[in-house]
């Protein structure tokens, strides 16, 4: 989806990136000062780029669109999903994208707000909600009919994470094989999310556990990088839960 300049990056020092979500773009300036300061780069990731074009409060949708502005030479964005991004990447290459992160990162562009309304919003829908939301529900099920003694703890044992994938993916033979993932890949990281949130919202309606598993997209992401910016408890709590020694700002951290 973006066709704007890539970042270059001198692979033997990788940049360090920090994913920020709306709310702490919008809330929190001082808390983005914070991460340059700390010298890392701000990364703004194609989902967040679709909520902030998305969302109903022109308010909230202008303070996100000053905030870029303002820091605009530390601000960077990726595609995770898709043929073009990390996702589709691992698919292909059978490779983890966590060793070419920044062959996918790319300078803000200039006129983000001109390139907001150039998207195609029926398609980043599809993208980004409908099919994430069927794909999950999908999970849900067969985690329930096929793990039902799984627990938090045991998300954080490399080789069960791969058994669950092996199961729930032993019929989609395009994927890479189970015995070759581990957290440098987002596929891990997503069915390590996907897992934790099934987990944790076991008690939380269809509706909201659908709309909640959507804004934790944005941990698999963090999970990558090493670093997040959020006030969500939920994307706290994962983030802390499989990378502690991460960098997370948020005003109550």
């Not at 010298?39 to 905030?67: D, F, M, P, S, W």
Request: overall charge positive; charged content about 30%; hydrophobic content about 35%.
């Amino acid at each position: 989806m973006f066709t704007i300049e890539r970042i270059k990056s001198d692979t033997s020092e990788k940049p360090i990136w920090v994913v920020i979500d709306k709310d702490f773009l919008q809330t929190d300036q001082n808390g983005l000062s914070k991460i340059i300061a700390n010298g890392l780069r701000l990364l703004l990731t194609a989902r967040t780029a679709y909520e902030i074009h998305t969302t109903g409060k022109q308010g909230v949708r202008n303070k996100c669109l000053q905030a870029l502005d303002i820091f605009r030479d530390n601000v960077d964005v990726v595609e995770e999903d898709g043929n073009n991004g990390l996702l589709g990447y691992e698919i292909k290459e059978k490779k983890p994208s966590s060793d070419v992160l920044q062959n996918y990162v790319y300078s803000l562009p200039n006129n983000l707000d001109q390139f907001l309304q150039n998207i195609n919003p029926s398609q980043w829908k599809e993208s980004f909600e409908i099919r994430p939301a069927k794909e999950f529900q999908n999970v849900v099920v067969e985690m329930k009919n096929k793990i039902p003694s799984l627990s938090k703890n045991n998300l954080k044992d490399r080789s069960i994470v791969q058994d669950i994938y092996a199961q729930l993916t032993k019929q989609i033979q395009k994927l890479p094989p189970a015995e070759d993932i581990d957290e440098r890949w987002i596929i891990f990281r997503r069915l390590q999310v996907d897992c934790w949130m099934i987990l944790d919202r076991a008690n939380v309606n269809d509706k909201n556990r659908l709309h909640d598993r959507i804004d934790s997209r944005l941990a698999d992401v963090a999970l990558l990088t090493k670093g997040l910016a959020t006030n969500d408890r939920s994307i706290k709590s994962i983030f802390s839960f499989f990378c502690p020694t991460g960098k997370l700002f948020s005003k109550t951290n």
